[in-house]
C-alpha cells in the first residue's frame, strides 16, 4: 500500500511517526536531565538544547533516508547525532489517499521543500527546567511542513507533553484535519501571542484589536504550533506583529489551521511563501485565525503604521 501512494501521502505518512519518534527523543533527553544549553543569538537571547541537535538529526536521517533528493530545512545548524532512524509510516495518512486532489496526488519530489522545527518552544523548556514548571512542556510541538512550488501543503505538529502519551495533529490540505476536533465556535475572543518575544508593534496592535472588539482577552503562550493548537481549541486568533519568527515556525501550523477552515498569514493578509530560496525570517509577522472569525477583520483592526514596520521581503539578504 505504502509504494503504490502518492508522492505527498508517503511523506507525510512517513513524517508523522518521524515526529512522533521526535518527540520521544526530546522527552529521553529532558529525563536524562543534561539539557546542554547553548545561546545561538549574539547579543540577544535564542536558545537551543541538546533535544533540539537530537531531534533534528532524527528528523532529516530518517526522511533523507527514504527521499534521497528531498529539500529539508531545518532550524538548527548544529545537530548531535543519534541511533533513532524512523522509516515507519501511519496507515491513517494512506488511509486518505483517494481524498487528495488529482493536484496533490501529482507532487514529485523536486517541487517540495519540508521545514522542519524540531523543537517549537525551546525557550519555555528552558524556563520549564530553570522554575522547575514543568506545566509549561506542554507548549512544545515538533513541527514538520511540506511546501510545494512556495504554498504549505500539508503539516504535522506533534505534542509529546501533551496528556500521557502525546498527540500528533495533522493535515493535508482539502482533505480534513486529523487528531484533534477543532473548535466551532467561542463566545469570548481570546487572542494568543508571544510568552517570550514581546515588542511595541506586538503590544500595539493587540491594543487596536482590544480596542475593536477583536480581543477579549490576551493569553501569552510559548512557540508557533502550540499556539495554532490553541486557535483551533477555540481561541480566536494568535497575533505576532514583529519579524523573529521563521518559515519552519509557520509552515506546518499554517498547512494544518487552513485544512480546519482557518487562515495564517502575515499581519497585512500575505500570503507566506516557503520556496526553498526565501528569507527564512517571516518579516511580515503573523496572523492566524480561526474558522469562526473573519480574518480580514482582523488584518483591517492592525494599524498602517505597524504593518509598514513589517514590509514582506521575498528573497533572502
Ligand atoms: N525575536 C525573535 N528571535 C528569535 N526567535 C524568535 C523571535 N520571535 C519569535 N521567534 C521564534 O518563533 C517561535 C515562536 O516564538 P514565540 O513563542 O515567541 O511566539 C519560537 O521558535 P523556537 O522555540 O523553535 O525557537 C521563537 O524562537
Ligand atoms: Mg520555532
Not at 537530537?54 to 533516508?65: D, E, G, M, T, W
Not at 480561526?290 to 514596520?309: E, F, G, R, T
Amino acid at each position: 500500500m505504502f509504494n503504490r501512494a502518492s508522492f505527498l501521502t508517503r511523506l507525510v505518512a512517513s513524517s508523522v511517526k518521524v515526529s512522533e519518534t521526535a518527540g520521544g527523543i526530546i522527552k529521553n533527553v529532558m529525563t536524562a536531565g543534561d539539557l546542554k544549553i547553548v545561546n545561538k543569538c549574539d547579543g540577544g537571547y535564542d536558545p537551543q538544547t541538546e533535544a533540539d541537535r537530537r531531534a533534528q538529526y532524527c528528523i532529516v536521517q530518517s526522511l533523507q533516508n527514504r527521499y534521497k533528493d528531498l529539500k529539508i530545512i531545518g532550524e538548527e545548524d548544529e545537530t548531535t547525532a543519534c541511533p533513532e532512524v524512523e522509516l515507519g509510516f501511519s496507515e491513517d495518512v494512506l488511509n486518505l489517499e483517494s481524498s487528495l486532489n488529482s493536484e496533490l496526488r501529482n507532487i514529485k519530489e523536486e517541487d517540495v521543500v519540508v521545514w522542519v522545527d524540531p523543537l517549537d518552544g525551546t525557550s519555555e523548556v528552558a524556563l520549564a527546567v530553570k522554575n522547575k514548571n514543568l506545566a509549561l512542556l506542554e507548549q512544545v510541538t515538533v513541527l514538520i511542513g511540506i511546501a510545494h512550488k512556495g504554498r504549505a501543503v500539508a503539516g504535522i505538529i506533534h505534542q509529546p507533553y501533551f496528556s500521557e502519551n502525546g498527540r500528533t495533529v495533522w493535515a493535508i490540505n482539502g482533505c480534513g484535519v486529523h487528531g484533534i476536533t477543532p473548535a466551532q465556535s467561542n463566545a469570548k475572543k481570546v487572542v494568543v501571542t508571544t510568552r517570550s518575544h514581546l515588542s511595541e508593534s506586538v503590544s500595539s496592535a493587540l491594543e487596536a484589536l482590544k480596542n475593536k472588539d477583536l480581543a477579549d482577552s490576551i493569553e501569552k503562550v510559548g512557540g508557533a504550533g502550540y499556539k495554532v493548537l490553541k486557535v483551533l481549541e477555540g481561541s480566536a486568533a494568535y497575533v505576532f506583529a514583529s519579524a523573529g519568527c521563521k518559515k519552519w515556525d509557520t509552515c506546518a501550523p499554517e498547512a494544518v489551521l487552513e485544512a480546519a477552515g482557518g487562515n495564517l498569514t502575515d499581519i497585512s493578509g500575505r500570503k507566506i511563501r516557503y520556496d526553498s530560496n526565501i528569507q527564512l525570517n517571516n518579516t511580515g509577522g503573523v496572523l492566524a485565525t480561526a474558522s469562526w472569525v473573519k480574518h480580514l477583520d482582523y488584518v483591517n483592526s492592525i494599524p498602517d503604521d505597524i504593518k509598514n514596520q513589517l514590509p514582506e521581503v521575498a528573497s533572502k539578504k
